[in-house]
């Protein structure tokens, strides 16, 4: 038995939604659509009062892995604006539509996010994807899922990439998993297999010690997270020419079971370090709480973020927000001091994105010390006050 | 939180200690010889969140679950140990080299024969692969709300208040039941088995060994057969070579680095 939607039919009523004990069925622009969790029941048949649903003889056919085209990247935003990892995904979402001569499109869900399209087109998109309503104001799972499941099932690109941000990293597991395909985790290294055409997905594993490189050969869309900070976004180009598309997909009230009571924005200065940058670094050797202060000078001084190692944070010298390293935040920033840090695997995983790495150390055979691009040999507490009145010297001397 | 006594099902893993993983200088693989195999950190964490909430309504059952070679048993002896009520473990050569797709499937068809639960827990990520995955695909095959990063939760109107740590805010959530959650480490302290525990661990509480048949999932949905993805090949990152290493008075290190970032333009 196969279950057929007769698309010409459909009057969009949601009757079947209702009968569908899988949730296999969407309503997109008030046409019923069969989803990949459809088990062909055939429960909704009898739903259907304009005998738009009929279950046909013989076997379910394959799923048509041709009928796949074209690269898609989720658009994350944060609050009315574009993540910056958006930018990222198109700028090697773009590299992999060239690469395989096929569009590149974003998808954009949220609430009243229409005019960022234009933005997404600037930056390389060919198209973008539009699905707006007010539910969709705060990220949560079930409906950005809903909306997300439904784009790509109605598009169907042969590649997704999505952010592997916190929400990146929540919703692009439930979405391959509607969808019954693979994903592969924070990626940072994407390309085209020659001459099969497949995504080959590079990610590091046990603590970055090794890396791993995937594919997904026999199921569609192939579905990678993109570790933030690691791909480079294209140059803004107001010539660029796109298409925006708006598409209504039904959120279904099953998919609002979690409700967003508050959202709490950190008091104070908030630290992103996945964004940052610069970040100086503390580790075991700083001392203490006190010898923070120096590096918190230093940081400011150059116009970067604190960090901090396993060690420092766990002896509560400095709070978890700052934790740099695989239990803690990955970072990429251009400039990295590691101060008074060993350089365990972990901190050195976390590290990997980093363009240039200086490390203080009194131990010359530190791991940190073989893995930077500078190491100093020597005392923190006297190196650092002097680097922070170089660099404050710098900084006077292009203000002046 | 609820009238009737909660069922928890606390999904747990064995992983290699990444402490204490080493790589060989002259092959450049990893060595994983007398690499101790450990519970995944972030899971202790998660049966913790569970034995709480047992404990604080005085009813209730934690059962902790598994998919791993025969080995694994003593993760989930521990988590018996720590307080867990019932261990399930699930082994099979079938299940071997699953991805996260074909582990969480395996683990919703386990979970559907245990039967009736209230909650989920699992700890955010697992210390070997990094994915964060296996959480959100396995409420996904049960048709659940998940909610990711809680950091507290709290009982609140017949469900939920939860707290979870996301992209630098905190968000509050109500959630329902039965729903899955996945724990952050700031979220408790796991607590130390005693020798009572210990004991009552091997002797008296319930531990189950379940294989695919057991569960009635079929071969080709787990394993290396179910897995969508496939591993084309694993190396060692190429090693960077020696940076330079600047040694002398303090005076003489600043100087030599400011001028190598000025000659590299990062000043």
Redesign the interface.
Known sequence: MAICIEQKLCVGCAACLKACPYDAIDLIDRKAILNDSCIHCGACVDACKFKAIRSLDGEVAPKDLSAYRGVAVFAETRGKTLAKVAFELLGCGRALADAKKVPLSAMLVGSAVKPLAQELIYHGADRVVVVEDPRLLNYSTAPFCRALTSIIQQDKPEIVLIGASGIGRDLAPRVSNRLRTGLTADCTGLAIEDPSGLLLQTRPAFGGNIMATIACPNHRPQMATVRPGVMKPLTRDESRKGEIRVSRIAIKDTDLKVIIKEVIRKAGKIVDLSEARVIVSGGRGVGGPKGFEAIRELAEVMGGQVGASRAAVEAGWIVHDHQVGQTGKSVSPKMYLACGISGAIQHLAGISGADFVIAINRDPRAPIMKAADVAIVGDLHQVIPLLAAEFRKIRKEATA | MKDEPMIIITPIKQV?D??D?R?DPATG??IREGVPSIVN?EDRHAVEMALAIRDKAGQGKVIVISMGPPQAETALREMLAMGADEAILLSDRAFAGG???AT?CALSYAIRKIGAYDLIICGRQA???????????L???L?I?????VQDIRPENGGL?VERA???????????FP?LLTCL??ANHPRIPTLKGCISAFREKPFQIWNAAQIGVLPERVGLKG???????????P??G???????T??Q???A??K?LQE?G??
Do not use: C
């Not at chain 2, 210390?127 to 695909?137: N, R, S």
């Not at chain 2, 709300?145 to 990063?149: A, E, F, K, N, S």
């Not at chain 2, 996301?166 to 329902?176: A, H, K, L, N, R």
């Not at chain 2, 993805?229 to 190396?235: A, D, E, M, P």
């Open positions: 290699p990444t402490n993983v790589i693989t990893l950190p991805d996260t797709l969480s210390i070997d692969g990094d994915t964060a995955q296996v959480g959100p695909q409420a996904e095959f048709q709300p998940q909610v990711t990063y208040r996301v992209e630098g805010e905190i968000q509050v959530v109500e959630v329902p729903a480490k700031e897995s969508p993805t496939q591993v084309r090949r694993t190396f060692t990152p090693p960077k020696q940076g330079l290493l600047l040694t002398g303090p005076q290190t600043v100087q680095l400011i190598t590299k990062l000043v």
